[in-house]
């Protein structure tokens, strides 16, 4: 035998007999996390992130909370301080009626926010129901939902919102309705996709085969598999929904006076742009803050959940 | 193909029906009386006049089918109800060309520019410029086009008087209109071009371009590009239909006169029979740019064209 | 055989940069490929041979991947590949040495004809014009025993089986005739029936264009019929290497061993009892000090884990890296085979 060895001169107790380590042939590598630990790790190291999650957080508590150290109301009219700049009494300024800006985009702002979030709610709930049917049942029923959300996903989205709140009303219901009525087909093809996916898994077909009802086994499983989807899709559609209102009360057709929205008030502001610009300024700077916010904050996200998209 | 392409017309044509349908039952059953501001100071029997002018005498059902014979018959889509004598198919003919001109401008400078930005950022991944250009996407994509007209508005227009404020007419007076409404568009379509390219570029058979001997600028050029343009080609058929129109907001802002202000102009008055009409004539082009599309789609990838012609 | 090294590894390190850490896939494996053989790497999945032969193509991925070790050498005809930039590299793939991959399904351009993916390297390489490359590429098709060539070579990758696609790769990859051709898990996604033709199918071109292969697996089975040697690598070192007899009748590694016993074998009558491997290979972020089997090896010392083993050299081709064969080690329940001097 050729042994090439450089040092033959090894202590014996060094060629003890140890066998399989357990320990280190079943070693675990790092810590072990739960999923959503590990996610908030990897979403806390996305420093753009973290801004957007402080400054939603931020936009959120002023438009809240904002009117209370204001102290003003957003329909009180003082015709002697009307066009006013920005100044230490009126932090934003005031519009052509005399009213404060900052009060009324902090009221306009929840109205806007809160239209973000109910038609996000809405739309949830709409595509998820729509979605598990057609998941769960299959087979004509899955078809008809889904030729259904074809034809929906195929319209086009603002002339439907336009029809529909003309025809329903211009209150905030109908706004909420018209635009959750145009979008929840993603969420819907999502969760069809979901349940398809878990139908196929090895312990659901064994369940259904042993007869058990697989619909509540299924469902279980449904909601931890697709937070992370949930979650950035939440964060995505939140602006996404704020624009189309700022969009629709821009034009007019959204929010109507007395009422107000961060669209609605840029569109008054937009008549004074030329010598009042701030009126139009302060409304527009928070639309795209708080979608500018949701973005970070969903790109972070998604990130954050899938770490192969990093690289 | 051929028999791909028919199919997807009929489908087409089917969604199209649904559509014309749904807006007129929803519009004959909105809240109120389109006719009755009108004709409220008439005596009785001018009022009847009017009802059986426009038809509005007989029941619903009747209507829509006298409505149906004159748009297949006649490809008449109907007379305002607020200003006697004017026809959706005059509003169209004067306004949508009008629309038309800015939207194709718009568009070719959109996927023009946007595209190979898209390309580039993600062949030049996390250089400096891709970091760069995608902050600034995302602040592009956070901002509505009526705030990035109100800045060009006052700065490029107000201030600096490169630019007329509004109106219409002269060449000079499309530069805001168009700068306004192509940024946000630029954004959109390098943030989907980047996605999708880089999604291609990690995938196999890029790395068999490579095994073969293929550079960089061949296997850009002849591997990479069709692929990533795949997904970009569907968001392209929808932004074909905004054309002429979609632009509502940028139309109002610089009082241009395109169909997409009168559209809202007919929204805010009510004008039931003329929004009737244009909206039809949106769904319309909407319907054939999803055609156009598919057949695209049906070109781009061969999965489609080919199994087309087999089935 | 013909004694002209074609292709000479030394030495080489690959690591990789990961959020976790940097991850030492490849450590130190030195390899050499003759003209017209067939050499197998064979280990499990993550064991860095994937990597080892991406790293002679030069198609690892730039920014994560750093290829380091002293005096690390990938010789290719006394050229150092590993000082060549991407120019000189694109003239040497697909040209010189080739390369076809595990997945057929997502190794081919799904836009592209079949015909064109296989022109395309003549065109790159030999300025080929459009109608000779085609003329070409439907020999090529033909020469993997694609039937109705004239009319598959227009049609697309969806339009092909997975058999016939890797039938596809092997023509992209042979059609400029290369001297060397990396099949990286040609078969594993395949049925098992069509598996047999295609190392058919490889062996067959081999032997006609003298072309030298290197055949990466996990699949001992595969290799046996194949390979003329096998380097068996495990956690980034290559472990074991010899001729297939040699490996197969009389390996000398505890690894090779229990890879060999843990396959069962119509054939084998004796009622050997099947030897299964506990445990996972360890983690390459933190790669062990001592030989990286000790952890999984039955027979490990203490030594094992605190010192990596040197080669044994049992014949002129064959060497192994074990603790066990050191004069001192104790071998009191080690299987013979493992021990046995081979004269």
Known sequence: MDTARTDMVVADEMFQRVGIDEELSEHLDKPSLTYWADVWRRFRKDKLALFGLVLMVAIIATVFLGPLFSGKDYKYMDSSVKNLRPNAQYWFGTDDMGRDIFTRVCYGGRISILIGFLCTIVMFVIGSLMGALAGLKGGWVDNLIMRFAEFVGNLPYLIIVVILTMTMGRS?????????????????????????????????????AL??????????????????????????????FIFGEAFLSYVGLGIRPPGTSW?????????????????????????????????????GLSDALDPKLRE | MAKFIVKRVFYGLLTLFLIITATFFLIAGAPGDPIAAKVEQMPDRAQEVIRKKYGLDKPVVERYFIYMKNLITTGDFGESIIYTGKSANDVIKANA????????????????????????????????????????????????????????????????????????????????????????????YNKYMRGSTLSVINEDYIVTAKAKGCKKGRIVRKHILRNSMIPIVTMIGPAVAGIFGSSFVIERIFAIPGLGSYYVKAVSDNDYTMVLGITIFYAMLYVASLIIVDILYGIVDPRIKVAGTEK | MKNSKLLEIKNLHVSF??????????????????????????????????VTVKSIMGLLPEEQAVISGEGAQINFHEHNLLAFDEDRMSAIRGMHISMIFQDPMTSLNPTMKIGDQIAESLIVHKGASGRLARQEALKML?????????????????????????????????????????????????????????????????????????????????????????????????????????????????????????????SDHKQEALY??????????????????????????????????????????????????????????VPETLLKEVV
């Open chain 1, 172 to 208: 905030i219901f109908a706004i909420v309705l018209a635009m959750s009525l145009t979008s929840w087909v993603g969420t819907c093809r999502m969760v069809r996709g979901q349940i398809l996916q878990l139908k196929e898994l090895d312990y659901i077909e064994a369940a259904s």
């Open chain 1, 211 to 240: 007869g058990a009802n697989t619909t509540r086994i299924i469902l279980r499983h449904l909601l931890p598999n697709t937070m992370g989807i949930i979650m950035v899709q939440v964060t995505m559609s939140i602006p996404g």
């Open chain 1, 263 to 299: 669209g609605a008030l840029a569109s008054a502001g937009q008549a004074r742009l030329m010598f009042h610009p701030h009126i139009l300024f302060f409304p527009c700077i928070m639309i795209v803050l708080t979608t500018f916010a949701f973005h970070l904050v969903g790109d």
């Open chain 2, 97 to 188: 060309p009008i629309s038309a001109k800015i939207g194709i401008i718009v568009l070719v400078l959109q996927v023009g520019i946007g595209i190979p930005l898209g390309l580039g950022t993600a062949l030049g991944r996390g250089k400096m410029y891709d970091h760069m250009i995608r902050v600034g996407n995302v602040l592009c994509i956070c901002t509505p086009s009526f705030v990035f007209a109100a800045l060009l508005q006052y700065f490029l227009a107000f201030k600096l008087k490169l630019a007329p404020v509004f109106g219409w007419g002269q060449p000079k007076h499309y530069i805001l209109p168009v700068l306004a409404y192509t940024i946000g568009g630029i954004a959109v």
């Open chain 3, 17 to 50: 940069t990961t959020y976790a850490g940097i991850v030492r896939a490849v450590r130190g494996v030195d390899l050499y490929l003759e003209e017209g053989e067939t050499l197998a790497i064979v280990g499990e999945s993550g064991c860095g041979k994937t």
């Open chain 3, 142 to 266: 033909r020469l993997v025993n694609i039937p109705n060539a004239e009319e598959r070579i227009d049609q697309y990758p969806f339009q092909f089986s997975g058999g016939m696609r890797q039938r596809a790769m092997i023509a992209i990859a042979l059609a400029c005739d290369p001297e060397i051709l990396i099949a990286d898990e040609p078969t594993t996604a395949l049925d098992v029936t069509i598996q047999a033709q295609i190392m058919e199918l490889i062996k067959s071109l081999q032997r006609e264009r003298n072309t030298g292969v290197i055949l990466v697996t996990h699949d001992l089975g595969l290799v046996a019929s194949m390979a003329d040697r096998i380097n068996v690598m495990y956690a980034g070192q290559i472990v074991e290497r010899g001729t297939t007899d040699e490996i197969f009748y009389d390996p000398k590694h505890p690894y090779t061993f229990a890879l060999l016993r843990s396959v069962p074998k119509l």
């Open chain 3, 276 to 333: 299964s491997l506990v445990g996972t290979p360890p983690d390459l972020i933190k790669p062990p000090v001592g030989c990286p089997f000790a952890p999984r090896c039955r027979f490990a010392m203490r030594i094992c884990r605190d010192r990596p083993a040197e080669a044994t050299h049992f014949g002129p081709s064959h060497s192994s890296y074990c603790w066990l064969h050191h004069p001192k080690a104790n071998t009191s329940d």
